[in-house]
């Protein structure tokens, strides 16, 4: 009881009913919104105690793809939800969004945590060359659909773009899962973590298997419901705001919905556990652009009111190529330190206030 009392994250569950019954009484959007989204805060913390539990019992590579996998949970409700409102422009600056925030804001405030509680950390760099080759992969397929669609787009071929769309979603799939079956079954020494030798000065009290399942999938689902009311306030939010649809998209969004792993990946940073913090990142962003955007695409033919396809604006596309160029250099010696974080940070800095200084994006 005491525990509870203290000041901490936890006080922000008191959110999630302030959430649900201004929603109920139709409140101000904003009010929703940013209620909600302080909500999700800890939730998410929640999210990634539950995965470093499980992480415990299955290893740090199943325990970031699990980190993963529950912390997009969010950003698919918040897609289906917008899906089904025909939100296409601001689905696909999300799914964007949470890339590029997963790449520079959450790897950088990972990195300059861990740095300024550690001199420099190490980690596996075999590891950080598969996830940095699967997302230079993901990110150029990406690009096929949507210079497909800036180019031929338009008119007769308009058939010829949604089954192009069709058949490269079905291989993102399959591409998916030999990366799992990679992972998981064939070359998990690949993704083995690299010990930094640090020890907590507190242990923490080991939970059962049971209770960290639990948790983890109770904290999913009150993360998918206060993405619901957070996505339903969104578009009205951002024209009270005066913002785009595409910087609440790739900003708000994105952060939002991927709060789960990015808290969590800074929670290990700071723990000295920096491969399950890069595990959680790259492996998130792994999963959205090769399994969350496909499987988005088949969705829409059932959800919402036409096919959606994969098509990303020029900006966006440049600037996720980048990213990955950027993530695979500054990562790619296997060790990290608190400048590299600010560097990081620094880039996603000027890549929001670009996207807001852009009212249309093209």
Same mark, same amino acid.
């Given at each position: 009881m005491?525990?509870?009392?203290?000041?901490?994250?936890?006080?922000?569950?008191?959110?999630?009913?302030?959430?649900?019954?201004?929603?109920?009484?139709?409140?101000?959007?904003?009010?929703?919104?940013?209620?909600?989204?302080?909500?999700?805060i800890?939730?998410?913390?929640?999210?990634?105690?539950?995965?470093?539990?499980?992480?415990?019992?299955?290893?740090?590579?199943?325990?970031?793809?699990?980190?993963?996998?529950?912390?997009?949970?969010?950003?698919?409700?918040?897609?289906?939800?917008?899906?089904?409102?025909?939100?296409?422009e601001?689905?696909l600056?999300?799914?964007?969004?949470?890339?590029?925030?997963?790449?520079?804001?959450?790897?950088?405030?990972?990195?300059?945590?861990?740095?300024? +509680?550690?001199?420099?950390?190490?980690?596996?760099?075999?590891?950080?060359?598969?996830?940095?080759?699967?997302?230079?992969?993901?990110?150029?397929?990406?690009?096929?659909?949507?210079?497909?669609?800036?180019?031929?787009?338009?008119?007769?071929l308009n058939?010829?773009?949604?089954?192009?769309?069709?058949?490269?979603s079905?291989?993102?799939?399959?591409?998916?899962?030999?990366?799992?079956?990679?992972?998981? +079954?064939?070359?998990?020494?690949?993704?083995?973590?690299?010990?930094?030798?640090?020890?907590?000065?507190?242990?923490?009290?080991?939970?059962?298997? +049971?209770?960290?399942?639990?948790?983890?999938?109770?904290?999913?689902?009150?993360?998918?419901?206060?993405?619901?009311?957070?996505?339903?306030?969104?578009?009205?939010?951002?024209?009270?705001?005066?913002?785009?649809?595409?910087?609440?998209?790739?900003?708000?969004?994105?952060?939002?919905?991927?709060?789960?792993?990015?808290?969590?990946?800074?929670?290990?940073?700071?723990?000295? +556990?920096?491969?399950?913090?890069?595990?959680?990142?790259?492996?998130?962003?792994?999963?959205?652009?090769?399994?969350?955007?496909?499987?988005?695409?088949?969705?829409?033919?059932?959800?919402?009111?036409?096919?959606?396809?994969?098509?990303?604006?020029?900006?966006?596309?440049?600037?996720?190529?980048?990213?990955?160029?950027?993530?695979?250099?500054?990562?790619?010696?296997?060790?990290?330190?608190?400048?590299?974080?600010?560097?990081?940070?620094?880039?996603?800095?000027?890549?929001?206030?670009?996207?807001?200084?852009?009212?249309?994006?093209?």
């Open positions: 005491n525990q509870l009392l203290k000041p901490g994250i936890h006080w922000l569950f008191v959110f999630i009913p302030v959430a649900v019954v201004l929603d109920k009484l139709h409140a101000s959007a904003p009010l929703i919104f940013f209620s909600a989204a302080l909500a999700i800890p939730i998410a913390h929640l999210i990634g105690s539950s995965t470093e539990q499980l992480a415990s019992f299955t290893g740090d590579a199943i325990g970031g793809l699990l980190n993963a996998t529950f912390g997009n949970a969010p950003e698919l409700i918040i897609a289906i939800v917008a899906l089904n409102a025909g939100l296409y601001m689905l600056a999300s799914l964007a969004g949470a890339i590029i925030g997963n790449l520079l804001l959450a790897m950088g405030a990972s990195f300059l945590v861990g740095g300024l +509680k550690f001199h420099s950390q190490e980690y596996n760099p075999t590891s950080i060359r598969m996830y940095s080759s699967m997302m230079m992969v993901a990110v150029i397929s990406l690009m096929v659909p949507s210079a497909f669609h800036h180019f031929f787009g338009t008119g007769v058939e010829n773009e949604n089954t192009l769309n069709m058949g490269l079905i291989i993102l799939l399959v591409a998916y899962g030999l990366y799992l079956v990679f992972m998981l +079954k064939t070359h998990p020494d690949f993704f083995r973590s690299k010990s930094n030798d640090k020890k907590e000065e507190v242990k923490e009290r080991r939970w059962s298997m +049971k209770r960290a399942i639990t948790s983890l999938v109770v904290a999913s689902l009150l993360a998918a419901l206060m993405s619901e009311i957070l996505v339903g306030a969104a578009e009205e939010t951002g024209k009270v705001l005066a913002m785009s649809s595409v910087f609440i998209g790739v900003i708000f969004l994105a952060i939002v919905g991927g709060a789960a792993e990015s808290i969590s990946a800074v929670t290990m940073a700071s723990k000295g +556990k920096m491969d399950l913090s890069i595990g959680i990142l790259l492996g998130s962003s792994i999963q959205i652009a090769l399994f969350v955007a496909p499987v988005l695409v088949l969705l829409s033919l059932f959800v919402g009111p036409g096919q959606m396809n994969l098509a990303f604006s020029r900006m966006l596309i440049i600037i996720l190529f980048l990213c990955v160029l950027l993530g695979a250099m500054i990562t790619g010696d296997g060790r990290s330190n608190w400048y590299k974080g600010v560097q990081l940070i620094i880039m996603y800095l000027i890549i929001a206030m670009m996207i807001f200084y852009l009212p249309t994006v093209s």
